[in-house]
């Protein structure tokens, strides 16, 4: 298995070689990470695989076109994943997204569970604000940091952080009949 630093090398030659009009090194980038683009755009979409994809073709080619503003300064797949919900939130505005919740954020998918508790996460995410869901899309469900969710969302640090707790002590507090009933912590 590599490691995360490695796979930013990696990522950080792959963009190196594409700036140098190296074609095969961008495929390559694509590879790598369209799977996890697609990922966060079906759960902001609540599975529409079709319109995922069209939002993900839309992200790589604005990557593409923007490889050069790409500083290094976040991983290149943050980097990504800030494109992919700006291509999602400008898709939102433009029309209703087909699978899409009239407000974007409504709502986040839950993760596979038994049918009850899958209706309770699912009521129970509809109580936390636009900030905390988003927030807790990109840090639990895709696995950001703070600082990464903070440049993909393009929140202050200390926003992320207030979002993320708040949220995930409402959460805790809606489902706390399922802790107790089952045994098991299920907010992380």
Known sequence: MIDSAAEARIDQALVARSLLGDRRAFEQLLRRHQGTVRAQLRRLLHGDHATADDLAQE????????????RGD???????????YACFLQACRRKPLPGAPEDPLEQLPAPPQAPELQWDIERAMRRL??????????????????????????????????????????????????????GKEITR
Not at 74 to 84: D, N
Not at 130 to 155: F, I, K, N, P, R
Request: aromatic share 10%; charged share 20%.
């Open 59 to 70: 992200t790589f080619l604005l990557a593409w076109r923007k490889l050069e503003q790409f």
């Open 129 to 182: 604000s636009d900030g905390e869901q988003a927030v807790l899309l990109h840090c639990v469900q895709l696995g950001l940091s703070h600082e990464e969710a903070a440049y993909v969302l393009a929140m202050p640090l200390g926003t992320v952080k207030t979002h993320a707790n708040r949220g995930k002590a409402k959460l805790k507090a809606c489902l706390s009949a399922w802790n107790t009933a089952g």
């Open 74 to 84: 976040a991983r290149f797949s943050t980097w990504l994943y800030r494109i992919a």
